[in-house]
């Protein structure tokens, strides 16, 4: 079963938008995009020896905080980890296996195995979780395994034997999902920070089948849909504009995703800096 939503991929709108459109001098554009902010957080510079052409520049992040940046112009890899920036490495380079199909949001189990080592292992060739100190399997498959971006909670569907129909497994009190499910309902672990819902054509329900939100009609689609913890608030992602539901909007932005700091929960974003030729971010209390 394939989730819901993909891993967070940033395809770089900026090249259809001629307001954001990178100039052969990039600092002789005059002003930042709209999105920037007062004091944004800096992420790497694309000038030096990595040279990198903004346009042509996916960013994909890792559970661990650590991102993987791709230069499409020549498919080579680098990762930036705490502010340094490592690299380029070529493709099926050990130390970028990890991100293996980091854009596409595998549910492979051997691409989980590398996301989520010291969760999900397979000693003995059966897979095992373990997670908060308890140990759950073992499994002879699993399919939508999601740990919350908290990783306080996770939910997979598993079978201990092969062929035998999946059920759910979780550490989410009174959690169910119903597999054979008409409506193509989904599990997803992006749109809250701390916890893992169903999400349908027109309502998000939490695992115990309670409606938390209804999509409203100014959302397109819930893939880039974000909820604060008490689903007071809402934000999504549409084509580079970040909107929030109180009528603040980021335009020319890409990469929003969810950061905890300090107990505070935000809505980062980034965004290309024309005057310095690097990439930015910024942070909204969420």
């Known amino acids: 079963m394939e989730p819901f939503k993909l891993l967070i991929l940033v395809i770089f709108y900026a090249s259809a938008n001629p307001a954001v459109a990178q100039r052969d001098n990039p600092s002789s554009q005059e002003h930042e995009p709209g999105c920037a902010c007062d004091q944004p957080g800096f992420i790497v510079?694309?000038?030096?020896?990595?040279?990198i052409d903004y346009k042509e520049m996916n960013i994909c992040n890792m559970p661990d905080g650590s991102l993987l940046l791709l230069d499409r112009n020549t498919e080579k890899y680098y990762i930036i980890s705490g502010g340094i920036t490592s690299g380029p490495f070529e493709s099926g380079d050990p130390k970028i296996m990890a991100f293996d199909n980091c854009y596409m949001g595998s549910t492979n189990p051997e691409d989980q195995l590398l996301r989520y080592k010291g969760i999900l292992s397979r000693p003995g060739g059966k897979y095992l979780i373990t997670f908060k100190g308890k140990t759950y399997g073992p499994f002879a498959e699993i399919y939508d395994f999601?740990?919350?971006l908290s990783k306080e909670k996770f939910v997979v569907l598993a079978a201990k034997q092969e062929g035998e129909i999946p059920s759910l497994v979780s550490n989410i009190p009174n959690a169910a999902f119903d597999i054979n499910n008409e409506m193509n309902l989904g599990m997803?672990?992006?749109?809250?920070?701390?916890?893992?819902?169903?999400v349908g054509e027109t309502r998000i329900t939490d695992l115990q089948?309670?409606?938390?939100?209804?999509v409203d009609s100014l959302i397109y689609s819930t893939e880039g849909l974000f909820l604060n913890q008490n689903n007071s608030r809402y934000a999504w992602y549409?084509?580079?504009?970040?909107?929030?539901?109180?009528?603040?909007s980021f335009p020319d932005c890409f990469n929003p995703h969810f950061v905890k700091t300090g107990g505070t929960e935000?809505?980062?974003?980034?965004?290309?800096s024309p005057v310095k030729n690097a990439i930015m971010q910024c942070k909204v209390p969420f």
Do not use: C, H
């Open 146 to 148: 999601i740990v919350s």
């Open 209 to 214: 089948g309670k409606t938390i939100f209804s």
């Open 45 to 51: 510079s694309l000038g030096g020896k990595m040279k």
């Open 266 to 272: 935000y809505i980062a974003y980034m965004y290309y």
């Open 188 to 198: 997803d672990g992006y749109i809250k920070y701390d916890d893992i819902v169903v």
């Open 238 to 248: 549409n084509y580079g504009t970040l909107s929030f539901s109180d009528g603040r």
